[in-house]
T-cell receptor
Framework: AQKVTQAQTEISVVEKEDVTLDCVYE???????LFWYKQPPSGELVFLIR????DEQNEISGRYSWNFQKSTSSFNFTITASQVVDSAVYFC???????????WGAGTKLIIKP | DTEVTQTPKHLVMGMTNKKSLKCEQH?????MYWYKQKAKKPPELMFV???????INESVPSRFSPECPNSSLLNLHLHALQPEDSALYLC??????????????FGPGTRLTVL
């Protein structure tokens, strides 16, 4: 069975702090895909990143960075120097060639206080 | 700017009404999806269309009826809904699943309230 666990239900930090959102996944497939989406209060799900299982390179995009570790089945997301606009619910999701549907984590609500 | 648009943004309807949600994508994708999302929960897949044909129906009640008139449009017809159907309805699009799973891009959603 496939599963995504986001153990942090809610995180609250003060602006400019760094924050890491955890994502742990389970799958028996050797080829799979991991995603992060952001959902601000407006409701739209915004795609942030996709990582393929055969590409373990970490990625940095501005203040955002992602740490993919197959050894621990984790795909963590770090925001550096957080800003109020980063406040949102963040979802981690998994898919694979045996199940093209997205398997979603429960989401982490991130609150950035000014 | 999102390339998946949804109308209306908000909808309030009675249990005897018939209404439709509309979704349009401008990315040349050939797969489109309907999701339902309740508050503080992740999205739940309802329907998938691939090349304008219904490929997945996740045991959704018949009061929800999808339609895909062409490759860029997706409708969700609503009839005799229940108050528990109140939710955010999200549309998404992607290239159809194949050798590579490609990313789904979501619209802004329709907030539906059933009275």
């Amino acid at each position: 069975a496939q599963k995504v666990t986001q153990a942090q239900t809610e995180i609250s930090v003060v602006e400019k702090e760094d924050v890491t959102l955890d994502c742990v996944y389970e799958t028996r497939d050797t080829t799979y895909y991991l995603f992060w989406y952001k959902q601000p209060p407006s409701g739209e799900l915004v795609f942030l990143i996709r990582r393929n299982s055969f590409d373990e390179q970490n990625e940095i995009s501005g203040r955002y960075s992602w740490n993919f570790q197959k050894s621990t089945s984790s795909f963590n997301f770090t925001i550096t120097a957080s800003q109020v606009v980063d406040s949102a619910v963040y979802f981690c999701a998994l898919s694979s060639n045996s199940n093209y549907q997205l398997i979603w984590g429960a989401g982490t609500k991130l609150i950035i206080k000014p | 700017d999102t390339e998946v648009t949804q109308t209306p943004k908000h909808l309030v309807m009675g249990m005897t009404n018939k209404k439709s949600l509309k979704c349009e994508q401008h990315m040349g994708h050939r797969a489109m999806y309907w999701y339902k999302q309740k508050a503080k929960k992740p999205p739940e897949l309802m329907f998938v269309y691939s090349y304008e044909k219904l490929s997945i129906n996740e045991s959704v009640p018949s009061r929800f009826s999808p339609e895909c008139p062409n490759s860029s449009l997706l409708n969700l017809h609503l009839h005799a809904l229940q108050p528990e159907d109140s939710a955010l309805y999200l549309c998404a699009s992607s290239q159809p699943p194949g050798p590579l799973f490609l990313t789904q891009y979501f619209g802004p959603g329709t907030r539906l309230t059933v009275l």
